[in-house]
Each structure stands twice: as C-alpha cells, then as structure tokens.
C-alpha cells in the first residue's frame, strides 16, 4: 500500500511538472510573438540617428583617457549651449523628491539646485528630452504620474519628452497613466555569450519589453553589441555614451534611433 501510494503521489507530481513546464512554454512563446510586434515610439525628427548632448554641453569631455569634467553639467547653461550648438535634444538626469518635485542632478548627494521645471521653462520645446530617472519605484509613482500631470498641462512639451528607467512596473504604470507620454526601458545586461545564465538573462529582458509593452530601450555602448542591436532593431535604442566618431558611424548603421555624446562639436557628418 505504501508503495503504490509513493508511486501515485510520484505520478502525479510528475504531471504537474509536465503542466507548469507546458505552461511556461505558451508564456514565453506568446511573450515571443508579443516581442516581435513590437515596434519604435515615432519622434518628429527627421528619420536617422540623431546625437544628443548627455547632461548638456557643458565642456568636460577632455579626451578618452581623461577624467569627464562634470562641473557644469546639468546646468541651465549647459543645455543652452546644446540649442546654441545645434543639439535637437539633451539628456538630463532627475530625482523626484516629493513636495520639492523633480530635482535635476545626476548624484543624490549633489545640491537641489535646479528644478526640471526651470528647464522647460527656460528650452521649451526648442529641443528633446530624455530624461534619466534615477529613483523612480513603486513606492513613488503615483505621487511621480500627479507631479507629470501638473507639468505637462503647465508646459506644452510631452511629445518631446522620453522618460527612462529600468525599473520596469512603476515605468510602464507613470506610461500608462499619461497618454502620449515616451518612456525608455533601460536594460543594463545583455550577455552574448552561449551559456544557460545568459540566454537565461536575455529571455527575461526580452519577456520584460514583450510584457509591459516598451517600445523603446536603451543601454551604453558596452552593452549594445552585434545580439543587443539584432534582437531590439524593431525598437527605439537609445545608446549612450559615445564619443568616438567611428562607433557613432557604426552604431548609425545599426539602426540606433538616438546616441548620446560628451562632445562639444560633433565630427564630420554626423547629425545633431
């Protein structure tokens, strides 16, 4: 009796396996089918890669073997010489800090200095926002989607603004609560190698785009190699931050919607 009761309780415990395995295989495929459906946000820009200033122009890109200057970036003037130069858009990072609102820095130890407010009332819509969130979460979104509301109907720029995150439940909740609000996915790793461990991590960035309906995403040129730029092309990639003419060429060739770059000049044909 012990033994046919062990052999039943075995059986059945192997039809569970079969049905979550079964199972998880139709999630995926369907995440998979979902994935390859996707495609890029539109931007009213000319079509091809544009070069947008990271933290602004602010001068402190002294060459590929120096330290970055990061004494003027985040700066109204900073992003004023990005219009002066050309730039059609900058990159600029944001803390949410309740009452106060969104602070423009890039550490959270750095002053509260300049509000993101300021900055939209000061460049308008003379240029393109992404905006890298540093502390958006689940604990501050509803007060983060109130505080968007509030200044978007004060100013008239939503279709120029991308807001980024990797933290990818509060970013898809702030998307879905404004329409016509961009937002990028940042993705940090994407291993190519062959092993389970990366195919495994490749999987769930993919499955985490298919779910929560990102149409954009982005990562550092360390990260977007040959598998990164053939599995999200149908997206909007977003890449930073590149300095270096021959990369910006080749990454343009790929299909890279927007680079971000330290350069106060840009090279020879490449487009701000």
Known sequence: MVRHGATRTLR???WILVAVALAAACLVLALERR???????ALDLPAGTRVWAHRGTHGGFHGADQALDRAG???LGAFDASIARGFTGVELDIHFLG????????DPDQPDELRLEDVFARCGRKVYYWLDFKNLDDGNVDAVISAFRRIFDKYPVLDRVLIESGEARPLAKLKGAIPGLKVIYWIE???PGKGIRPFLRRTRERATVAWFGFRNVSASFYVS?????????SLGLYVYTVNDAALMTALRAAGVRVL???LDALPDGIRP
């Open 12 to 14: 059945r415990a192997s």
């Open 35 to 41: 994935f390859a459906a996707l495609t890029a946000d």
């Open 73 to 75: 970036e985040n700066t």
């Open 99 to 106: 009452a106060p609102g969104f602070i423009v820095k890039h």
């Open 189 to 191: 790793k994407y291993p």
């Open 225 to 233: 190699k040959d598998r990164f730029l053939r599995d999200f092309g």
């Open 260 to 262: 971000l770059t330290d």
